[in-house]
Every structure is written in structure tokens, then in C-alpha cells.
């Protein structure tokens, strides 16, 4: 059973960073895809970042360029590194994984942390 645990939330000023990290147990690194996600009150969750098995990144119109997925395979830990925040970046951000056959294609996620809150103030 894959176990999700975020971490590195917090409250900064506008153009500030914060380093999200996801601590993955129970899969096998190589197999599953991985991501983050946002809910900000209010709205749908929204894809933020993922990290293909074959290691391809994409990442969401709105953060490209100030987030950077990435994973850390000793720790079984995945990161996302967030520059220049911006107040529309406050959300709860999720981890989520999901098994995958192909290194260029990713299943619906199916595995999901609990979230780290992330509240950017003006």
C-alpha cells in the first residue's frame, strides 16, 4: 500500500519559497508516476506538477517557471520547489502517486497524502 506524508507547508510574503516534500513509502521507485496538486477554498483541485516514470516534468501554465518538481530516490522523497509565490498560489497542496506501465503516460491518480497548507500573504 503506497503511503503519502507531505510536509514544508507554511505561511510567506509574496516572492517568497517554500519547499514541499512528500515522503513515499510502499511502491517501487520506477513504476509509479508522481505529483502535486492544489485546492484552494472554493475551487477544484488543480494539477500543479508531475514527474513521468521516464522522467519527463510538466508543470501548470501558472507555476512554470517559479515551481520545480523533483525526487530524491535514496530518500523515497518527492519535492516540489516553489519561488516567486504569489497570493493565487494559497492552497492545500496534495502528493499523489499512481502505478504506471509506461514511462510517458499517466494513469489517474490514485494515491494521495493528507496536504500541506500553503498561504501566501500580500
Same mark, same amino acid.
Given at each position: 500500500?503506497?503511503? $503519502? ?14 519547499? $514541499? ?21 472554493? *475551487? ?6 508531475? $514527474? ?25 522523497? $518527492? ?6 509565490? *504569489? ?36
Amino acid at each position: 500500500q503506497v503511503q $503519502l506524508v507531505e510536509s514544508g507547508g507554511g505561511s510567506v510574503q509574496a516572492g517568497g519559497s517554500l519547499r $514541499l516534500s512528500c515522503a513515499a513509502s510502499g511502491y517501487t521507485y520506477g513504476s509509479y508516476c508522481m505529483g502535486w496538486f492544489r485546492q484552494a477554498p472554493g *475551487k477544484e483541485r488543480e494539477g500543479v506538477a508531475t $514527474l513521468f516514470t521516464g522522467g519527463l516534468r510538466t508543470y501548470a501554465d501558472s507555476v512554470k517557471g517559479r515551481f520545480t518538481i523533483s525526487q530524491d530516490n535514496a530518500n523515497n522523497t $518527492l519535492y516540489l520547489h516553489m519561488n516567486s509565490l *504569489k497570493p493565487e498560489d494559497t492552497a492545500m497542496y496534495y502528493c499523489a502517486a499512481t502505478k504506471s506501465t509506461s514511462r510517458w503516460y499517466c494513469p489517474k491518480f490514485n494515491y494521495w497524502g493528507r496536504g500541506t497548507q500553503v498561504t501566501v500573504s500580500s
